[in-house]
């Protein structure tokens, strides 16, 4: 893991993070962060980055406290893709079956 080295890219991307980053800011994201970087190291990596800023903190943005708000920041999104404002959530069967994931602290259960 710590060897793995990602490639370049250089077309659009959008990192969504919390309002909450102490996470990130502490270090605690990885042994090589040093909390400097808005865009959490992705520059050296992503040539186009957007950043997009939903609710919560590293752990609780998926909890339903929250996931309101990252959902409209997920829409938001996907409103810029093109294409992508024409799918019908209620149509596709990936996208119900993904709709019933549980999440326990931030993560996919």
Known sequence: M???EADFYDGPTTLVVPKDRSW??????????TGADDHNGWDARIKNLDMKVAAGSHDTM??????????????EVLATVPGAGSMDATSSPKIRKASKVKTTNGHAA
Not at 24 to 33: K, L, M, N
Not at 62 to 75: I, R, S, Y
């Open 62 to 75: 998926f909890t339903p406290a929250h996931v309101k708000v990252l959902a409209g920041v997920v829409k």
């Open 24 to 33: 990130y800011r502490s270090g605690a994201a990885s042994d090589f962060d």
């Open 2 to 4: 710590f060897d793995y």
